[in-house]
């Protein structure tokens, strides 16, 4: 089993749709990462946060301390938002390092 | 004007061989990260580095090394290529512990055959 879990794997949607990705990790953290790999393979960063809620765009990024689960959604989804979405926890269990998910395949479809 | 910049981007060596990747950023962080991608996409930390501190991921075998001249490059230098290395790796840069997020390089996909 992984210490970081994401919901679903694969994912495809039709443009338009509001899409939500599910992170779930076992362990006390004390960041927790969202980054998206486009088809060609660069990483970038959308979101770091250690509680609450973040928005930058159509995205938004919550986390929930108590139940160690972080969502990721996307509103008015287009094709170009199809990547792989990683979401990756640090923890003094991990040595503060990140230890990533499995990601999300998201195909947004015209 | 690429704020983390990888090279090369591709590399074919034979098993045994020892080479470089090079990483180079030019936003001021002051801490630089090598991770490698392997075939099931799954990212792992190799080494984290800064001015102050080298982590090093123990399950990283030692024929990986970082080297850093400065703080705006860290090079990962592997000897004794194997088959197992291969694998696409990427550099990744933050201020500090990255409260504001990483910038990651494009990657390296290295192919030992």
């Known amino acids: 089993k992984n210490e970081v879990e994401q919901s679903p794997q694969n994912l495809t949607a039709q443009e338009g749709e509001f899409i939500t990705i599910n992170c779930s990790y076992s362990v006390g953290i004390s960041a927790l990462h969202w980054l998206q790999q486009h088809p060609g393979g660069g990483i970038v960063s959308l979101f770091m946060?250690?509680?609450g809620k973040k928005k930058h765009g159509r995205l938004i990024a919550t986390i929930n301390i108590q139940e160690k689960h972080s969502s990721l959604h996307i509103t008015a989804s287009h094709p170009r938002d199809s990547a792989v979405y990683i979401c990756?926890?640090?923890?003094?269990?991990?040595?503060?390092?990140?230890?990533f998910g499995p990601g999300t395949r998201l195909s947004v479809l015209p | 004007d690429t704020a983390v910049s990888q090279t090369p981007k591709y590399l074919v060596t034979q098993m045994g061989n020892d080479k470089s990747i090079k990483c180079e950023q030019n936003?001021?962080?002051?801490?630089m990260y090598w991770y490698k991608q392997d075939s099931k996409k799954f990212l792992k930390i190799m080494f984290s580095?800064?001015?102050?501190?080298?982590?090093i991921n123990e399950t990283v075998p030692n024929r990986f090394s970082p080297k850093s001249p400065d703080k705006a490059h860290l090079n990962l230098h592997i000897n004794s290529l194997e088959l197992g290395d291969s694998a696409v790796y990427f550099c990744?840069?933050?201020?500090?512990?990255?409260?504001?997020?990483?910038?990651f390089g494009s990657g390296t996909r290295l192919t030992v055959v």
């Open positions: 936003l001021g962080h002051d801490t």
């Open positions: 990756a926890a640090r923890s003094p269990n991990y040595g503060q390092n990140f230890v």
């Open positions: 946060l250690s509680s």
């Open positions: 580095y800064n001015n102050k501190e080298l982590i």
């Open positions: 990744a840069s933050s201020q500090g512990q990255g409260v504001y997020g990483y910038t």
